[in-house]
């Protein structure tokens, strides 16, 4: 095999002047840890907004929420980043567009909007799915005392839903975490992205990428042992998954 | 130095042709019938994707020119040439891992490299500088300070940049991106300030550009010119003996000097522009004097 | 700078996009699709067979890839493969394996992840009895299997295979990332080369979209279908 071997490489200093190889992969893990939390926030605050609006009786809501699923589900993620990173800033007022576009850290803040849009959509159909799923005499019930719809989902309805769709949603923010690595399209630097340059700046290849592979089996190991005790402490009594 | 290598490397050929026990990659070329050649998408003059889609450049010309010798050595009427698209990051692992046999396009031979790879004669020399828009006054390296600024992944060019933003302290955020002509138009879209590059491959993407008049090459370089040259694999003495044998041959010939003229000094294609670089001193000695020494200081 | 909308762009790179862009991404999007399935159900029996080694490293298997991010995989088996196609053939040199052929391993490999858990759910679903009620009649494990239990999985799981098909399709586009032409890499190289990024982004957007989006219309219909003669 024509390929040197060197696992000391993650002891050598990296180009970058500030620690070794091995701190250039967990800088890269740190981005994207950053980049996943920030996008699940934008996918959760989305999803579930546009998971409700699907069951709505209102026929307008109902087709704007669609769309925006079919959107965001029907288009390839990184087309969907370019979308964002190229054609958006030019498609907005100039001024605007320079903002954007001087932004700092833009791959960071466009990589994890965008993962996070393009998961929304996929959260309002596990939610859309987790409401269904609860019997309708809780939402009459929920009129009958006299709670506006407002009060119905906040208190009866998404309470349930949410805890009912907790295993879909740890394997939806084990998702989340991987799709970061497609920003690396636009220039974030997380940790694919890093062992990709760990292996440019020293031709290890596969040093780089093993190291990579075991970093995110680490982390889809800390996720999910802490969503499954999270699910444990959620879980509603009496159901399949609950004690 | 030059002298020996050359000595030893014509010393070696002899053995070579007539051997029935070919080895490396003239045996695999002898058995499949084909050469792959890994080549870029826009190292314009170089190795790149004309407007009909065809690969075209310099270093191709001198490519094709070694497959004749290959062929001529192996005595075989016909070689399939494959093309496979590389990127400044991807070429080196493909060559080592025998996707490539020949890669043709811009690739600085250094001594950090030579631990992976081989190179033969130097076909170019070209020293790291920036590129940035007029209107944005950026002249010396220290002007970059806090800026964004992006280079070709895989470059030694982005790697220059990563250990000057570290040793001058200048706060720069270095964006990597796929090849030249993204990196460029990060440039153009104001995504980036400047863009770090040969300063030979970023004369021809300005003179390419929509508009040239907005752009400016910086005054300061990152490195002194360095060499290019065409990479093959490693531990591979008998392919190399004869590549180097080819080029050391094409560039002393007539024929070396028109294949510069026809990319260096008259229009090429896509778009007929003539990039006017004439030959330069240092070029004109490794031409009479063809070498593969990875040192600057040697050139 | 990119003020006018130019179509007469998308018009002239639009031989160069389908012919040598979008043939290759359904190729490569059929091809694994099938690969993956053959894969993926192997996976699934090694899973559900009474052997624990085999179900052990099939199960090891389909974590280690659904925990990666699809973009490292395909870097890890760009490099890899020549490598191990050398190993398996006692070359003495890598062996030679083209930019098609590279994406297609890669993605039968880790579709097949995917595919075995469809596949398993799919097996899971058929009544013991029926397995039961095929070895009293005297046949043996690989007749049940492929007269008795696959026919059926598959028929269940087919709007979901389909759909899982979809989403190889979309995931396609990332072989944009070691410079091959698909139908994303030909739009880009066209954006690049002429300056043309909002037209040929937006095109191939618009492109994808259409495609997915009837072809998942296609399989919800199929799903009712099926539902309906069950």
């Known amino acids: 095999m024509s390929y040197n071997w060197n696992w000391g490489i993650f002891w050598e200093a990296s180009p970058e002047g500030v620690g070794t190889y091995l701190t250039m992969l967990l800088m890269g893990l740190r981005w994207t840890v950053a980049t996943a939390l920030l996008a699940w926030v934008v996918a959760l605050v989305f999803g579930s907004i546009v998971g409700v609006m699907r069951t709505l009786p209102g026929r307008t809501i109902g087709i704007v929420a669609s769309a925006y699923v079919e959107f965001f589900r029907n288009i390839p993620l990184l087309v969907q980043l370019f979308l964002w990173y190229f054609v958006l800033p030019e498609l907005l007022p100039q001024a605007a567009g320079m903002w954007l576009k001087q932004l700092p850290n833009a791959p960071f803040w466009t990589g994890a909007i965008g993962v996070g849009l393009y998961m929304s959509a996929r959260i309002a159909e596990q939610l859309r799915a987790g409401i269904k799923s609860l019997p309708r005499g809780q939402a009459m019930a929920g009129t009958a005392l006299g709670l506006t719809t407002v009060q119905t989902y906040r208190y009866v309805l998404l309470p349930m839903a949410y805890r009912i769709i907790m295993p879909p949603l740890t394997s ?62 959620v879980a509603v009594p009496g159901y399949i998954a609950g004690k | 130095m030059k002298r020996l290598a050359t000595v030893m490397a014509l010393m070696a050929l002899p053995g070579l042709a007539a051997a029935q026990d070919l080895s490396g990659t003239l045996k695999k070329v002898k058995e499949t019938g084909t050469i792959t050649i890994g080549h870029r998408e826009s190292s314009v003059p170089f190795s790149y994707i004309d407007d009909k889609a ?71 020399l ?47 955020t270095v964006l990597p991106a796929k090849d030249h002509a993204e990196a460029f138009l990060l440039v153009e879209l104001g995504r980036a300030s400047a863009f770090v590059m040969d300063d030979i491959l970023l004369a021809s993407l300005i003179a390419s550009s929509r508009e040239p008049g907005l752009y400016e090459i910086s005054a300061d370089a990152f490195s002194l010119p360095e060499p290019y040259g065409i990479m093959l694999r490693k531990d591979d003495a008998p392919f190399k003996a004869l590549v180097d044998k080819s080029t050391a041959a094409l560039f002393r010939s007539a024929e070396g000097g028109q294949i510069y003229n026809k990319w260096f000094m008259s229009p090429i294609p896509p778009k007929g522009l003539n990039l006017n670089v004439p030959m330069s001193e240092k070029m004109k000695k490794i031409f009479a004097n063809p070498t593969d020494s990875p040192d600057p200081a040697a050139y | ?213 009837a072809a998942s219309r296609l399989v919800r219909h199929l799903q009712t279908k099926t539902a309906i003669i069950r």
């Not at chain 1, 970061?180 to 031709?203: C, D, K, N, P």
């Not at chain 3, 003495?92 to 993605?107: D, K």
């Not at chain 3, 075995?116 to 097996?123: F, H, K, P, Q």
Request: glycine fraction near 6%; charged fraction near 15%; aromatic fraction near 10%.
């Open chain 3, 1 to 213: 700078m990119f003020t006018a909308f130019d179509f007469d762009v998308i018009l002239r790179s639009l031989p160069y996009l389908f012919w040598d862009g979008m043939t290759f991404t359904l190729m490569l999007t059929a091809l694994s699709a099938l690969g993956g399935l053959v894969l993926g159900t192997l996976l699934a029996l090694m899973r559900l067979s009474n052997l624990p080694i085999l179900g052990a490293v099939a199960t090891g298997y389909v974590n280690l890839m659904r925990s990666l991010p699809l973009v490292l995989v395909i870097f890890w088996f760009y490099f890899l493969v020549p490598y191990i196609g050398q190993i398996i053939t006692g070359a003495e040199r890598p062996v030679l394996v083209g930019g098609f052929a590279s994406a297609l391993i890669t993605f039968t490999l880790f579709e097949a992840a995917y595919f075995s858990e469809i596949m398993r759910a799919g097996i899971q679903s058929i009544p013991k009895g029926q397995v039961s009620a095929g070895y009293a009649l005297g046949l043996n494990y690989r007749q049940v299997t492929s007269y008795i239990v696959l026919p059926q999985a598959l028929r269940n799981m087919l709007p979901v295979i389909l759909t899982q098909a979809i989403v190889l399709f979309q995931d396609t586009s990332l072989v944009y990332v070691l410079s091959i032409t698909d139908f994303l890499g030909a739009a880009s190289k066209v954006a690049q080369r002429d300056g043309r990024l909002i037209e040929m982004y937006l095109f191939a957007a618009l492109v994808y979209f259409l495609i997915s989006f």
């Open chain 1, 172 to 233: 939806e923010f084990l998702n989340t975490i991987k799709n970061t690595s497609v920003a690396l399209t636009i220039g974030l630097m997380e940790l694919t992205a890093r062992a990709r340059a760990m292996q440019e700046f020293s031709f290890q290849v596969f040093e780089a990428f093993t190291a990579a592979t075991l970093l995110y089996l680490a982390l889809n190991a800390i996720v999910v042992f802490g969503m499954r005790r999270l699910e444990k402490a």
């Open chain 2, 54 to 124: 065809k690969v075209v450049g310099y270093s191709m010309d001198i490519c094709m020119k070694v497959v004749d010798a290959i062929k001529a050595e192996l005595k075989m009427d016909k070689v399939e040439v494959k093309l496979v698209p590389v990127t400044s990051s991807t070429r080196i692992p493909l060559i080592a891992n025998g996707t490539i046999d020949l890669e043709c396009g811009s690739t600085t031979n250094n001594v950090e490299r030579q631990k992976q790879v081989a190179y033969t004669n130097t076909h170019f």
């Open chain 2, 126 to 172: 070209t020293a790291s500088a920036f590129v940035s828009k007029k209107a944005s006054n950026l002249k010396k390296i220290d002007d970059l300070k806090g800026k964004t600024v992006v280079s070709t992944a895989g470059s030694t060019n982005i790697k220059q940049v990563v250990e000057a933003n570290a040793a001058r302290n200048l706060g720069m």
